[in-house]
């Protein structure tokens, strides 16, 4: 399937505390931005998307969390309203445009798999983000401008790129999401998986949820 970018602006925005009610443990969001390093991403990986991240839902305390790997701090878990909606330290929405997507063979009834995926997932909050691994895809994008290819890999790291998290996440159950030619993984090639659709386009709240 994949979402294409022009599948994605066809789609009408849900106010967040509409579309929460839809969100399941390992959806995925991604995020389009209009700052500079944010379309920098989105310009070399010829893509809308400059992050992703997925989603944990905690139905025994009504709430939705986010899990991610974020530049200068590294894996994090934060509701999932105080990204979308902002919070009172940063109040302002987030000022992009968001995608909540979906794997189309997610095992969202096998109980066992999903907590051990939740398990890696919390295990590796305060691993570094990896600057390293975001230079080499910077590296091989402008390598291949000029007709040369460097073949990359995903494996075992004790640092993240973001998307390289959440395709880490869902190696522990045996989902391998598609990495592009080369072998990197980048948000725009989780949007391209032939196995992700999209469920929502995501916007902020009037009045802010958790």
Known sequence: ???????????TPTPYLKARADMRTGDILLFHSENLAARAIEYFTESLWCHAAFVLVLKEFDRVFLLESVDKIGVQMLPISHKINGMPARPNPYPGKLLLARYKDFPFDDGQRVGEMTKVALDRLGYPYSMAELARIAQRIALRMVGRFVPGNLEESDRYICSEYVAMCYATMGIHLQPDQDGFIAPGDIANDPNIFAVHALTHDQTPGA
Do not use: G, P
């Open 1 to 11: 399937m994949a979402v294409t970018a022009e599948q994605f602006r066809a789609l």
